[in-house]
């Protein structure tokens, strides 16, 4: 059975950081893989996706220079660190295998989803 836990998640207010995490079971992590956002009342939104090796990692426009993608590929572990969060970074983030495609991020084909884990920015 295949599980995908994000964690790391919670309050903070604008200008804080936080880091998640997000690791899964019964799947590996062998492709690209990405962070999205869903902010209530919004569609979801592609953050950033990175390559199996880890080079090039894309990140949407509204997280450039703020947000940090990483992954350890023997922990099959994938992470997000945010820098100057504002409160418009609140939303349910969400990991899964990504493409990165005309500049947008999508996820892809093979992508699975977790609960998810909230991030609160307050001004």
């Known amino acids: 059975q295949v599980q995908v836990v994000e964690s790391g998640g919670g309050l903070v207010q604008a200008g804080g950081s936080l880091r998640l995490s997000c690791t899964a079971s019964?799947?590996?992590?062998?492709?690209?893989m990405g962070w999205f956002r869903q902010a209530p009342g919004k569609e979801r939104e592609g953050v950033s996706c990175?390559?199996?090796?880890?080079?090039?990692?894309y990140y949407a426009d509204s997280v450039v220079g703020r947000f940090t993608i990483s992954r350890d590929n023997a922990k099959n572990a994938l992470y997000l660190q945010m820098n100057s969060l504002k409160p418009e970074d609140t939303a349910m983030y969400y990991c899964a295998a990504c493409v990165s495609v005309a500049g947008l991020i999508l996820p892809s084909s093979v992508a699975r989803w977790g609960q998810g884990t909230q991030v609160t920015v307050s001004s």
């Open positions: 990175i390559t199996w090796s880890g080079d090039a990692p």
């Open positions: 019964g799947l590996t992590f062998d492709t690209a």
